[in-house]
């Protein structure tokens, strides 16, 4: 951590600052420059709460220098992470596609579509049981019986599944049924939910959120971790922006940036973000292109009578002829895809 | 909700679309341009999934007309709603401040503060028991311990009490020791919450997300209410922007969107928006003078040592000195103010 | 400037951003933590490109402690300035309301609304000659024919004139009719502008752009300041997020920072921001409570048929009745108001 | 357009507007619901300033349902454009890279980068002779004689040369010296410059404003075609979100977006939206993948020292380590790459 003090701060102000570092169990280190005077902290900064020391006179901005994510961290732990899904792996050097409807309708809808996507190559099968809807009065779920039906349909067809969670309950449901959980963007930061699924041994996906920084999602991601549960997949589902001609603004270059900064496995999902089935098959190959370790793709069998996000999701064909479109760009980025 | 086809759109796809709409109980009413012919639904839309219509052939736009929320919306309740916490009223007449630290830290700390802000004018205390911290190595809150010494602090000053919760097992402690309940802004759609806070029976102040629109805020507010919980007052706290010269960009326009759109009280919370305790005093007096029903405002006895959220907390004295020079701005908008 | 190296930097690393800091007459401080060495520079940061040596082995980030605007700095100059304008003075004891037409349409109208506004108190008429508008296909403005209405206009009335000017040749004109220049929110950084403006001899009304930071627009004052003119308002106006109830989000905590910033008049447009009438009262009020030294306000004779943006225009009746309410709240903040 | 009543309009608004649309010589269309009445517009909507009918009575909202920008729409103009620049061609069948430094420093320096991007790949040489500047201390490009190397080193390698315009001088100088006029981002919406890149005769990279929709952008590319110049080409280069890990938010679903609205041709700049090179090659890739024309790289020889925007700068070698890795990209999308 840096402190910059103002220009021309008084002696005893500087003074002031360095005598609680130090009272702490800090060291401090003055570099007093032509205009301003810097001072650079050492030792465990969870000592003090290094923000309020804006408070202090004379005191122009604190710097912080490390990131506070450390599990989560690449500078900790450089080689990639994979994570075991079932009978799938997630990352490194694999493309795993995750596809289905984005509500569970009925067993038959679900059992129709895992069919179809199995037979295009994904190999986990995706489906809400638990929806986050803007709308109170809007289709919430199937909740505990719309589970069941995936794990029959992971069952009968091979594909691990993924099943978002709201709560505490939905987790314990979705302990019994699937492979994987899914924390929601709305969800990112309800902290109580992450240290639940934390604990849940499950593997993790984890969505940014609408408007988290990556340096938020990443301290989400920790806070999973730290309650000792590794297996974490981060999901690129698309910011909040200005721009209207999409639902969200897909954030590739995130993509780039994670893979500097951790570990962790990341995956695309084109579906959510754009918002428009027509926007999906050049999103995800872009998304393969840039580095993702997978993709989320949301399929019905009859989009327009979804009861959720009909206009994003593919229909079996144009599904199929994505995977065929999408192997050989796996051949160029050197990732296996079944 | 209106239908846009695209130019030129067969009359087979105009077809298609209208036997849609009426097949599932709706009326359609065309309207053919020179460019484009547009349908008009009339009916109860919460029959079809009304997004889904954009999948069809040659539709072009899908624009809803009517808001999906209706128990926030004044357009059926023309009448502002005002709002008991314990022994006072929030909305229409009165400023309401609320004050206190961010952070419960300790019974002595709390009750010093308590005193201080009822001195000043503040009718409700305010203090974080559970704190959403964005590192999960952060300083989480006291839980129940904090609720207890906010009920003492109530019970021997008078002033009536608001905590955070941020889960069930949260609510159901508040109930016993405060007398209104906050959801924060990174729970904002957390609808299992917010169902779970309609179901309190204390009244509930439901801040908003940091990238939600007006829309989906009241939606949320919609999830409360549609609980059986009328009693919702909704706090603008900044939303994220580009901007970084303050923690958050305070969207004060809200407070007059919402004027025209809601009939619940509207609060502003000038210390979370900007961050920094010298902006505080200019975004309170702005909100007060675009028409808030109150203000949230963060009071510490020792702000450079306080556990969260130092930086934008104000002193006794500086919150003393903020109350006296709100009076005048009370007095020309005509608000009573204690 | 202060230079954060990676953790475990290599010695060799270290000194190669040292001697390239010494060989360029500057001087550095080393601040070697547990965890990462930090290097402080001293001297004029002008001479190199300091930006660059991210590019250097081993660089974490740079991080810049002063602000490139000098000129324009609250600490170089700490005294509020105030600008003359025409008969009339900007700041700091005062608060202007300029106020007019959005676009100039006949010379009539001009002058019923010049007349309007003058009896309802503004000192500075506005009017658009030169229309910045999106499409190609919309009204663009009379141009010179439009600036000598404004004379007339002003001289009839004795209000002071304000007019936008889009290039070196509507600046040329401008001159020659009106008492202070616009530069619009389009225009903040078309730097040849802002040079020209720099040179005109008369004032400026620099207008915030639509997504730029405080520090981008201060550095826009700059340009300006820097070329000899220091007679520059800033005028906020709204920034552009993902919010669609208004327009715009009208960034009233800017209001606040600039005061902290720059010694600079700061001017609130609570027309174009918001895009609607009906918010411009409560915004006009927040901005006079928060602090600024004027208002710029919409005012046409016929809002329905406006040539450029009815919607967001006062009636004559509607702005007397604002003029009338703001004087109260010029009391309680000490300015005066005509 | 679509004007979309109050709910209970009284009859006499609804009259007041359908006389308005009908006195202009348009048509209106009423469609009564049993909630809300919709009014149709349909003719010559450049007769009415529509917008203004939010002020009428009643008038809930205004809907336009056709874009205001023609020559640039596909819905007009179906096939896709190739634009010719020098001696190559943009679009739609090829990939086309631009490269080179940020800023002309020196001859020998531009003429060094031309003939690596020239051997790598490249088939047209960029180079900013006139540098906008956010402050105005910072290097501002050598101008006309910056004009001249691009000219020389175009004529030495074979290479086309594009330089960014500020200003009408600019633009007359650049008709003499380069193949490709720039207008970048800040410039995006001065319109008077667009109109003056219209007549240069020159074929215009247009860059899209920070904070520019896609709407607006090509209106803006509209402005430059109204002109009576077709060779239009788009360039995505990233916009301004509230993530500040990289420069800026590359958006690459504009790309998809752009192929569904515009023939233009469109090319992506990874380096300026990123701000970082090690960001570049992942982001490049991504671009061809979801569809571009072309890519925008700064390459210099020797990033550390480069007077502007050297932290993203690619060294030669890896630009050329890049476009042999993209090579395989433009196989799997089918575009040539020479």
Not at 39 to 44: H, K, N, S
Not at 248 to 274: F, Y
């Amino acid at each position: 951590m840096i402190i910059v003090m103002k220009p021309n701060a008084a002696e005893s102000s500087i003074l002031a600052v360095t005598q609680y570092i130090e009272k702490n169990g800090l060291k401090s280190h003055l570099s007093k420059g032509e205009e301003v005077t810097i001072i650079g902290v050492v030792g465990d900064k969870s000592r003090i709460s290094s923000e309020n020391l804006i408070v202090y006179k004379d005191v122009d901005r604190i710097v912080p220098v490390t990131e506070s994510y450390k599990l989560a961290n690449k500078k900790f732990h450089p080689e990639a992470t994979s994570v075991k899904v079932g009978n799938t792996v997630i990352g490194p050097d694999n493309l795993t596609i995750m596809a289905g409807p984005c509500a569970v309708e009925t067993e038959e809808q679900l059992m129709t579509i895992a069919r179809a996507v199995k037979s295009s190559g994904a190999t986990i099968l995706r489906g809400g049981a638990y929806k986050p809807r803007t709308s109170p009065y809007s289709f919430q779920g199937l909740e505990e019986e719309g589970l069941r039906y995936m794990r029959t349909a992971g069952q009968e067809t091979g594909l691990s599944t993924i099943c978002e969670v709201v709560s505490q309950e939905a987790i314990e449901a979705a302990v019994k049924y699937v492979d994987m959980i899914q924390i929601g963007a709305r969800n990112m930061q309800n902290f109580i939910l992450l240290k639940e699924a934390g604990r849940s041994g499950l593997p993790v996906l984890l969505k940014r959120g609408l408007c988290a920084t990556i340096d938020e999602w990443l301290n989400a991601a920790e806070y999973i971790i730290s309650e000792g549960n590794p297996d974490v997949v981060l999901c690129e589902r698309g910011i909040r922006t200005y721009e209207t001609s999409t639902r969200n603004t897909l954030d590739l270059s995130a993509v780039a940036v994670l893979k500097e900064r951790t570990h962790l496995p990341v995956i695309v999902d084109p579906s959510h973000s754009t918002g428009a089935y027509k926007y999906v098959p050049p999103m995800a190959k872009a998304g393969v292109a840039c580095g993702a370790d997978g993709l989320m793709i949301e399929v019905h069998n009859d989009p327009a009578h979804a009861l959720s996000d009909g206009p994003q999701s593919l229909t079996f064909e144009k599904f199929d002829k994505l995977t065929k479109e999408l192997k050989p760009f796996c051949d160029v980025v050197g990732r296996s895809f079944e």
